[in-house]
Structure formats: C-alpha cells, structure tokens
C-alpha cells in the first residue's frame, strides 16, 4: 500500500513538474511581460520577456514603484489604480501606458482571481507590446485630421470641429467666427520661385498659425494658399480683431525660404459669425468666402466683415448679367435632385429639385444662403422661373426615356409664389414639356403662410384644384399649428430635419414627431421626412408609418445623370 502511495506521489510531483516546465516555457517564449502576485504570500514574482519592457527586476511589492519612473506622465494615475486597486466589479481590466525612454507603447490587462468569500487571491498583470499597432493607428488618425504639409486640422475635419462650435454655440448661445483667409498674389510666388517655394511658404506660414490654436481657435489648411480659423465665443485675446492683427504683425516680417531667399506676403481675409451671417457650417465658410473676394476687389491685405448687402451685390449683377442674356443662368447656376423613396416598400416616389450656384472660381454656395437674399432684392423671380424651366425639362426627359411614373417637387418662395402670372407661368411650362399637373409637387413653407395666409392659401387652392400637388416643407421649425393646417389646401407635409435628427436620441422629439404623423395622417395628409441619415431613423419611420422619407442614406442630392442612372438601373431590374 504504502509503495503504491509514494508511486502516486511521485506521479504526481512529475506531472506537477511537467506542467510547471509548460508554463514557464510558455511565458518565457512569450513576448509579453507578466507579474505574478500571490495576496496569503504577499509575494511578487515576474515571468515572461521581463527585459524587453524594463531595466530592473522586482522581487518586492516596492520595487513596484520603479515602474512609476519609467512610463510618462499621464500614465502615472491608471498604473497605479491597476496595479494596486482591485476593482470587484470586473475580473478583467485593461489600459495602455507608454514609457518614457524606450518610446514603446504597452498594453497592460490586469487579471484578479477572487475565492468564494469574493476576497482576491490571485493577481496577473500582463505587458503586450502594441508600440507598432499604436502607431500605425496614429498616423491613420493623423491623416484623417491633419494637413500632412502645415500640420493644421485638414479641411473635413475643420468642418467637423466647426460643427461642434456650432451646436455648442446654440446651447450656450455664444458666437462662433470664421475667418477665411487667403494669400495675396500666391501665383507670383508660385510662377515666380516655383512650386516647391509656394509649398514652402504654405508650410511656414500654416507652421506659424498652429502655435495660436487653442481649445476655442482652430485652424486648418482649406487648399492651397487658403487657411481657415474658427473661433469659438470670439472676444478678448481670441477676437477677430486680435487675431487678425497678430497675424499681420507676423505677415511683416519676411519668411526665411531654404535656399535662403526671404518672402513677404500678405493676406486678405474675409470673416462671417454664427447666428448673425448662417446657420449651419458650410454656408458660414461659404459666406466668408464670398466676402474674402470683396476684401481683395477693396485692394488686398484687407479684412471684411460679412454683411447681407455683399451677397446682394454678387446676385444684383447676376441679375443684371440675365438682363441681357439668358445664358449667364446656365453658366452660373444648376439643378441637383435628391430621390424621394416610399417608406413602405422602398419604391422610388420622386425627386425634389435643389439649385446649385457655381460662382466664376468654381466654388459651389450654398441655396441656404443666396436663396434669403434673392428673395429679399426680388432675383428670386427669374432664378425662380428658370429652376422651374430647368427642372420640368429634365423631369420631361427621364419621363419619355424610361416611363417611370414620378413626382417631380419645386421649391418655390414666397415672392414668387405671389408673383401675379406665377401660376400662368407654371401651367405654360407644363404645357410645353407635356408634363401633366399631377406630376408636380410644390414645396412651400410655413413662413409664406403667415406673412399673407387668405391671399396664399387661396393661390395654392388655385394650384390644387388645377391638379398640382402642394406640400408643406420644413414642417416644425416655424409656426407649426395642427390645427391650422386644417382646411389648408395641401398633400403633403414635410418633417423638417431638426426632427429627424434627434428622433432616435431625445424623448420629447420622438412624442412630437410620433403625434405629428399620427395627427397628420387623420387629418388625410401624407408624411414624407427630410434629412434620414442612417438606417436607425429611417427603421423607425417607417415603424412609424411616415409615408416617405428623403435624406442621405437613400440618396444625396445629386446631378440629373445621377437620377438617370437610377431610373437606368430600376428598368434592367424590373425588366
Ligand atoms: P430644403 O427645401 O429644406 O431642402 C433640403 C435641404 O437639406 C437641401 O439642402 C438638401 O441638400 C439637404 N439635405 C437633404 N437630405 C439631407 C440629409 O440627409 N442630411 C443633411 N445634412 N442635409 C440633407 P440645400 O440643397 O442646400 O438647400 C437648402 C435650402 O435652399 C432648401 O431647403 C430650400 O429651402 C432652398 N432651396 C434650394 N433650392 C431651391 C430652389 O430651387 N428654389 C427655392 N425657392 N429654394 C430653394
Ligand atoms: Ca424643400
Ligand atoms: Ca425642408
């Protein structure tokens, strides 16, 4: 009996062995680190590749202290807390540290093993190696957000961040700035010293401007010798008018080139504030891009404010140009069409027409910004009729191409709307493209209707019963009274964005919204929602029962070839 126990016993301190040797080799081959701590024992041991992560070894819990030294500032406070606070909540924890010397970045999961009474008994603490990971990561980072010549935010990261002021800025509301600013004569150094120089010059300058950003200045390489800088809540030391003077103090001294010829430049900068100037990013960049040109037409190294009569100016001699002919239209300006989709079933319901101004430099402005204006100085009129003319043109073409029955809507304002002849002029233009009324759909807003609801309601009756189809568009952001919609003579009523946006996020935006369409519905009008950017929203509209929805995650708006080629793509599928 008592051989037989000792054979057993010394199986089993064998196999103990054996598995002691697996362990040891795995945790020797392995490229991690490991500290091993014993709670009953207090004992601390390391295994692993211990060298390859630190210069010392540690054999008590105070030698634990030597890491301290070693990793960099910020990671200080999380090593501590894993290594010497159990969390009892998790069993497992993870963080990354970076030490100083060496430069390398490392993972460091911490493993508490606990008894049945929950007290710990056991502790591993793991050191990966991730430095390469890491950096393949931030250059990833970094050139998604950064200008790789100036070291400046890249332009889609600007209008990121810009939005982020934005949103903040209405909460708090507090101002936002944009300063868009370009060099003077950037071409004679260009043709005059190269290239290269220009780029030089670009990344001195842009090397400059990033020592003035800050939590409320950022700042970014837009193109080529353009820089852009919002400004968060601007006053005091981040004014405009600091900044800008700061600017051109730097802009007197020459800048020193490598081939050691000196440069001096100047700038001409034009600046629009939220709310005042636009609402949303792209028309604030847009706006102080239009006046940018003003400040250079004013004689360069200039700065100028935004005011609404600049754009006015800019439109007037469009305006002016279309007097004498027709063609500075189809230069100036043209149709993009956003598909409308059936909630439903995912069926193609129409279109809605949107104009785009290119101006001489090629630079797209935002409707949202020159439609106000031409509305205000009357230009609205014949930019009007010719997006109509345009559009019903177009429309007439897929028609007659590809026989898919669509709806094509027109954004027509106020002024125009109550235009004498507007509807005559509609009706001509139906007429000389064969487009029946009930192929159309107006959009008007509810702003239009307050200004003057007996005579408008009674012309949009007149549309209606000539068979056109009339929709109320950004439904919500204005007066929004369901009870005067009622014997209003409209289809159709469109949920603005704002709605959208929120829906899925905001409690009391989803109790609106849901009580919209349901009103909406018994009051015998379809829904169609504007601005569905992701699956989520356009999931719960449709579990809503809004009848359409439009926005970017069906389809952006886009040019007519873009339309044509959905209408290409749905015949092959249905035929
Ligand atoms: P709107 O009638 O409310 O048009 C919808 C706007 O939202 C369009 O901007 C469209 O590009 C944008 N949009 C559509 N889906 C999405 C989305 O999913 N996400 C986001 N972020 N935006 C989306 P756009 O084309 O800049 O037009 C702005 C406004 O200018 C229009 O607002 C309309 O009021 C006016 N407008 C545009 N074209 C015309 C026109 O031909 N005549 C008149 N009178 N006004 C026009
Ligand atoms: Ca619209
Ligand atoms: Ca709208």
């Known amino acids: 009996m008592k051989g037989n126990g ?11 062995r054996r598995e002691e040797k697996m362990l040891r080799l795995l945790c020797d081959t392995s490229s991690s680190a490991f500290i091993y701590y014993n709670f009953r ?65 490392i993972e460091v999961e911490v493993n508490v093993v606990y008894d049945s009474e929950g007290e710990p008994t056991d502790k591993i603490i793991r050191f990966k190696d991730v430095t390469k990971l890491t950096s393949q990561k931030d250059e990833l ?90 400004i968060y809540d601007p006053c005091g030391a981040r004014s405009v008018e600091t900044i800008y003077r700061v600017i051109r103090e730097r802009l007197k001294k020459p800048f020193k080139m490598m081939d050691g010829q000196e440069v001096t430049m100047t700038v001409s900068v034009g600046v629009s504030e939220y709310p005042e100037a636009a609402p949303g990013t792209l028309e604030l960049i847009n706006c102080a891009e239009i006046v940018m040109f003003k400040a250079k037409s004013r004689g360069k190294d200039k700065i100028q404010y935004f005011e609404g009569a600049i754009l006015e100016e800019f439109l007037q001699t469009v305006n002016i140009q279309n007097k004498l002919k027709e063609v500075v239209f189809e230069q100036n300006f043209t149709m993009y069409f956003q598909p409308q989709y059936y909630a439903e079933n995912g069926k193609f319901r129409g279109v809605e027409a949107l104009i785009r101004w290119r101006d001489n430099k090629g630079v797209m402005i935002s409707p949202a910004v020159f439609i106000p204006i031409a509305e205000k100085n009357g230009t609205i009129v014949p930019i009007g009729n010719w997006v109509i003319e345009k559009s019903v043109q177009t429309y007439a ?31 001509k233009i139906l007429e000389k493209y064969d487009v029946s009324p009930g192929e159309i759909e107006i959009e008007v807003t509810e702003t239009i209707l307050i200004e003057d609801f007996d005579y408008i309601s009674e012309r949009l009756g007149e549309l209606k019963s000539a068979g056109v189809r009339i929709s109320l568009d950004d439904f919500g952001t204005g007066f929004s009274s369901l009870s005067y919609l009622k014997g209003l003579p409209i289809d159709t009523l469109k949920i603005d964005k704002t709605f959208v946006d929120t829906l899925l996020t905001d409690k009391n935006t989803k109790i609106i919204t849901e009580s919209i369409i349901y009103m909406v519905k018994r009051l015998g009008y379809e829904t169609i929602a504007e601005g569905v950017e992701t699956r989520e929203q356009y999931q719960y509209l449709k579990e809503l029962e809004c009848d359409m929805i439009q926005g970017y995650y069906m389809g952006r708006p886009m040019p007519a070839q873009g339309i044509s080629d959905l209408l290409e793509n749905l015949t092959v599928k249905v035929g």
């Open 141 to 230: 980072t970094y050139m998604a957000y950064y200008d790789m010549l100036t070291g400046l935010y890249n332009r889609n990261y600007f209008v990121r961040l810009l939005g982020e002021f934005l949103r903040r800025a209405e909460k708090e509301t507090k101002k936002v700035a944009v300063m868009f600013m370009d060099f003077d004569d950037f071409r004679r150094v260009n043709d005059g010293m190269g290239i290269i120089a220009g780029d030089e010059l670009v990344q001195l300058f842009g090397q400059y401007l990033t020592g003035l950003m800050n939590s409320h200045v950022v700042i970014s390489h837009f193109s080529t010798d353009i820089y852009c800088i919002a």
């Open 397 to 427: 073409g897929w028609r007659d191409k590809y026989h898919y029955p669509l709806i094509l809507s027109l954004n027509v304002s106020a002024v125009q709307c109550k235009k004498r002849g507007f509807i005559d002029s509609l009706m």
């Open 6 to 16: 000792t054979q057993l016993l010394l199986e089993e301190n064998e196999k103990l």
């Open 41 to 105: 024992e207090d004992r601390v041991d390391t295994l692993g590749n211990w060298d390859h992560f630190f210069d010392f070894s540690i054999s008590s819990m105070d030698d634990l202290s030597k890491l301290y030294d070693r990793v960099e500032e910020q990671y200080e406070i999380p090593l501590r807390e894993g290594l010497f606070i159990e969390k009892q909540w998790m069993d497992r924890d993870s963080f990354e540290i970076k030490l100083k010397e060496s430069r390398l970045s």
